[in-house]
């Protein structure tokens, strides 16, 4: 339990941190449980450009420590 909660500290960090509002959007309906195809299709974002953000999301997950398991 200790990790999980370790885990959602750093998400959240991050999350706060992103200066992208695109981004930020991304991540909070992620995060409310939606999956990747549902989230493009809320914003309405062509296909290169999500995939652009998502990376971008890997990225800084990474960068932090986190593994990133189902994208």
Known sequence: ???????????????????????????????????????RSELELPAAVFEMFIEEIKRLLFNAGLEIRGF
């Open 1 to 39: 339990m200790q990790c999980r909660c370790r885990k959602i500290i750093i998400v959240r960090r991050i999350v706060d941190n992103m200066t992208d509002c695109t981004m930020r959007e991304i991540c909070r309906l992620l995060m409310t449980g939606l999956n990747l195809n549902a989230v």
